[in-house]
């Protein structure tokens, strides 16, 4: 129902930060639990960090205190401030977003329906 677009993505020395921006265009943006999943070379895809329409946030383990995820409903656009990235954060980054997210579901790719194509995140050491 929604079409999402990442960008933002490119190299960065470790230590280094990004933002990435997910814009979406059609559906109801305001109401979609949004989530940033990434894939690296030869690793299955991981979750990342969610908000959703209640503007709470979860993150994974590994980018907590790292990453900030956060929306802004009048752009119809979603954010990933990406700080102190390390070469383990390199991955191809992925926005998704659906409308019927449980809390108990929020890091699984199959709750999302929608996705983008993705924007490549390199860090260098």
């Known amino acids: 129902q929604v079409q999402l677009v990442e960008s933002g993505g490119g190299v960065v020395q470790a230590g280094g930060s990004l933002r990435l921006s997910c814009t979406a265009s059609?559906?109801?943006?305001?109401?979609?639990?949004i989530a940033w999943f990434r894939q690296a070379p030869g690793k299955e895809r991981e979750f990342v960090a969610a908000?959703?329409?209640?503007?709470?946030?979860y993150y994974a383990d590994s980018v907590k205190d790292r990453f900030t995820i956060s929306r802004d409903n009048g752009k119809n656009t979603a954010y990933l401030q990406m700080n102190s990235l390390q070469p383990d954060d390199t991955a191809l980054y992925y926005c998704?977003?659906?409308?019927?997210?449980?809390?108990?579901?929020?890091?699984?790719?199959?709750?999302?329906?929608?996705w983008g194509q993705g924007t490549q995140v390199t860090v260098s050491s």
């Open positions: 998704a977003a659906d409308t019927g997210v449980i809390l108990s579901s929020i890091r699984y790719q199959s709750a999302y329906d929608d």
């Open positions: 908000i959703r329409y209640s503007r709470h946030t």
């Open positions: 059609g559906g109801t943006f305001s109401r979609y639990t």
